[in-house]
């Protein structure tokens, strides 16, 4: 019984194919050529092409979501003439070398869910785009499309197809199914057509305004049938008995097919007499052109855009596809039928036996019919039927990210309800990264399909006319979990759109070029006319400098009475003893000799004076009146402290940059001319002198008082060579801040002292500012800052010998005192 009605279920499956095969790697690319107008007709226009002929292409596609594929070796593997590519251990072949099946390869995807099976075949066949002008382009073509999809087959069904109703099945006996229990609702749709198209598209360019870019394009298409069945089952049921007897319960399903006989009947080849279709395809493309400038270029003295390349940053697209149907109508060999009757029937193995026994002499189909009218009754009757096209929506995105790469994005969405009389595509988003270029394209697909509910990751690859891709890459490169196939491939003719030769690079195409090899102007056909007199070369004497045809094209600018070409000086009128040179400061220099050409000068100076004699020209010196150096631009520095003696307060005393030339002997920042103790480091408040110190009555105070001064003093560190209190001393200033802040009479001094390392003065300061971070701290304690009084000794105030480490270690210290 599994053995025929296997053989029944591939007379079904085995003829066509199903959701559309897309293509991505190649539609989404711009040197697809007619490939990319089956996706949006307005990729008619505005191709890269000037001609293209798609010679031959091939796809396949088949996917299912019941079975997949899991074997030690590729299933590709067992079809002649691959076996070289994919290998197969010897361990899983027969003894002739042929790989040996196990039925354990094939896994059921069991879960309870409606299955779908797709398939689809297309080979397109000089498929031709004609570019006409730069707004107009046409495209036409045949294409071979064979369709099958079976869609939303319940569960229990597709496991009868897979196993049979052999009761010692495996889904039998684990109890997964039930003979004599009844399997209902199962409403499913087969539709299979195979069929001729023949397009004819024409693309505008309807926009072309600097940014912006809409073009748009529409394809008529004409349908020559081969075969087609239909099948829409809406709640026929079947219960099992044995391996040889089953039921057909509630039967309710319509269904409809060409005869395979009309072809061995000697009728006209190719299905012409089986019926016709029509339909059509309209897409819109907006583009945005950011950059639209950097393709400007003038050409026979016409403004063009550069055809040859992609001009945008980013443009979107969207397309209706294949609206329409195919008209099956033949009162011999096409058949419709439906069956309503909720009848409840009981085939034997016998009647099947039967069955297959006809299919040679009558026919498939016309053998089940008969089986069917028999048993169950024939409703209705009809020679015709129509079948929808898959009609969808396509919005396509495309970014150019940088130079040939780009990022596309596609959305198609499925204009057909589940229960059509025809074919409907499954709803996808795809996004696919690529590179391209006019003889390269690499690109890989990721697509989201079957409504969304699956991932597939495709490759496609062109080098020069060839193009190889698939949108399924696990099905050819895996050995487990392949629960389809998808390949395409192809070669093509393509005549490029490119700028008209210009050898000569001069704007005027080679065509239109009397002079090809030498740059010239539209004005003479190419030809050269150097200095844009309105002179040709060949008739110029002056073929570099614009003149006068009296003069045959020569000049005399300044109308001194010598021509140009004799004019030493061509611009400016001048005496003839200095060859008609100018010399307006009357020095016998002319002007174009004088570097000084309004001062009277010397001649060893090039006519440029120099009044103090120093070497430096007057021009440069800043001190034109005294000699100088050139270091300091002719001004000069008596004392020789690199300060220039204008900029120096002190002139004739040597000193430092920083202090404007005068001397800092004790090295405090304020220069000895101002300082009233200038051997002596001091602050700049007190004239350079060290800051007198302010007696101070200290106050006594409890031992715990003490304790806390003590804590301070010893746990108190700052940042190396900085003021910055560290984190460890917090603690004990805070317990400082809390004494003063109990005893709000008292004030606290904090004495800063370094050791004798570097200088006095930076120790000095170092000392003042340790001393004052200790008064911001306990300022941001809450402590008045009058509360607060601080000095800085620097090195001066010693309490151990600065000349060992330890003593060095104790001379640096903060001291704190309780004041009134």
């Known amino acids: 019984m599994k ?56 796809g396949m596609h088949f996917s299912n979501d019941y079975v997949s594929w899991n074997a030690p070796y ?71 499309r064979s ?4 869609t939303d087959i319940s569960e229990p069904f597709a496991r009868f197809v897979r196993w049979g109703f052999k009761t010692s099945a495996p889904p039998f006996q684990n109890g997964e199914l039930d003979s004599l229990s009844p399997y209902t ?25 600097k940014e912006h870019f809409l073009k748009a394009g529409i394809t008529g298409k004409y349908f020559l049938p081969q075969y087609a069945l239909y099948l829409r089952n809406e709640n026929t049921g079947a219960l099992v008995y044995n391996d040889d007897s089953f039921d057909i319960l509630n039967t309710d399903f319509s269904y409809g097919y060409t005869n395979d006989r009309y072809y061995t009947d000697g009728n006209a080849p190719f299905g012409t007499g089986l019926g016709k279709g029509f339909g059509v395809d309209i897409g819109v493309t907006y583009e945005y052109r950011p950059n639209y400038k950097k393709y400007d270029y003038t050409m026979d003295n016409k403004k063009r855009q550069d055809e040859s390349k992609n001009k945008y940053l980013f443009k979107v697209g969207a397309s209706i596809n294949d609206v329409g ?41 016309a053998a089940i019919d008969s089986l069917l009218d028999r048993r169950i009754g024939l409703a209705t009757r009809a020679n015709q039927f129509s079948m929808a096209l898959p009609s969808h929506l396509a919005i396509t995105a495309d970014w150019n990210v940088y130079r040939g790469f780009y990022l596309n994005a596609t959305y198609i969405q499925t204009l057909r309800s589940r229960d059509v009389n025809g074919l409907r595509g499954f709803s996808s988003i795809s996004v696919t990264p690529r590179y391209e270029s006019r003889w390269f394209d690499f690109a890989v ?111 005399d600018a300044d109308g001194d009475g010598i021509t140009d070409a004799d004019d030493r000086c061509p611009e400016n009128a001048g005496p003839a003893y200095l060859n008609g040179c100018p010399d307006m400061d009357g020095d016998s220099i002319p002007d174009i000799d004088d570097a000084c050409p309004e001062l009277a000068g010397e001649r060893v100076n090039k006519g440029c004076p120099d009044r103090d004699q120093d070497g430096i020209l ?114 004990s200033l805070d317990l400082l801040a809390e004494l003063l802040t109990k005893k709000p009479a008292y004030k606290i001094y904090v004495a800063g002292h370094t050791d004798n390392v570097g200088k006095a003065a930076s120790n000095l300061k170092l000392s003042q500012e340790r001393a004052e971070a200790v008064k911001n701290y306990l300022k941001d304690k809450g402590i008045g800052a009058e509360r607060i009084k601080t000095e800085g000794f620097g090195q001066e105030r010693p309490v151990a010998d600065n000349e060992t480490p330890e003593g060095r270690q104790k001379n640096r210290r903060v001291e704190f005192r309780i004041i009134k």
């Open 74 to 144: 590729h299933p590709f593997a067992t079809i002649p003439g691959l076996n070289t590519l994919y290998k197969v251990d010897p361990a899983y072949q027969t003894s002739s070398g042929e790989p040996d099946f196990n039925n354990s390869y094939i896994k059921e995807n069991v879960n309870g869910e409606l299955k779908n099976i797709f398939v689809q075949n297309d080979i397109k066949l000089f498929n031709t785009l004609i570019n006409i002008n730069a707004k107009n382009a046409i495209a036409f073509g045949a294409r071979q």
């Open 618 to 731: 007057d021009m440069n010196d800043s001190c034109p009146d005294k000699p100088g150096l050139k270091e300091f631009n002719g001004c000069p520095d008596r004392d020789g402290d690199k300060v220039p003696d204008h900029l120096d307060k002190c002139p004739d005393v040597k000193g430092l940059v920083d202090m404007q030339g005068c001397p800092d002997t004790d090295g405090d920042k304020v220069p000895d001319h101002v300082d009233l103790c200038p051997l002596t480091p001091g602050l700049p408040e007190n004239n350079g002198c060290p800051k007198v110190e302010e007696k101070i009555e200290i106050v006594e105070i409890s031992e715990e008082e003490q304790e806390v001064l003590n804590e301070v003093f010893s746990n108190l560190e700052f940042a190396t060579g900085s003021s910055t209190i560290s984190a460890s001393s917090f603690e």
């Open 325 to 365: 149907s195919v008209k099956f109508q033949n009162s011999d060999y096409v058949r419709a039928y439906t069956l309503n009757n909720k009848a409840f029937v009981t085939l034997q193995q016998a009647e099947l036996n039967t069955v297959l026994d006809n299919v040679s002499q009558y026919g498939a189909m």
């Open 445 to 555: 697909p990721v697509q989201f399909t079957q409504d969304f509910s699956r991932v597939r990751l495709g490759a496609y690859m062109r080098g020069g006319p060839f193009w190889v891709g698939t949108d399924n890459l696990n099905s050819i490169i895996s050995k487990k979990e392949i629960a389809g196939a998808d390949i395409y491939f192809g070669i093509s003719i393509p005549l490029h759109r490119k700028k008209p030769k210009d050898k000569d690079k001069d704007g005027v195409s080679n065509r239109k070029d009397k002079c090809k090899d030498i740059p010239g102007v539209w004005m003479f056909a190419g030809c050269p006319d150097t200095d844009m007199d309105s002179i040709p070369d060949t008739e110029d004497s002056c073929v570099d400098v614009a003149g006068i045809k009296a003069l045959h094209g020569c000049p």
């Open 185 to 209: 609702n199962n409403s499913f749709n087969i539709n299979v057509l195979t069929m001729t198209e023949f397009s004819f598209s024409y693309g505008r360019v309807v926009v072309n305004d």
């Open 147 to 150: 369709m099958l999809q079976m």
């Open 3 to 58: 053995r025929y009605l296997g053989m029944l279920f591939m007379l079904l499956v085995l003829g066509g194919s199903t959701k559309a095969q897309y293509q991505l790697g190649l539609v989404s690319s711009n040197y697809s050529g007619t490939n990319s107008i089956f996706l949006n007709p307005s990729n008619t226009v505005d191709s890269r092409f000037k001609l293209y002929i798609n010679a031959f292409s091939f």
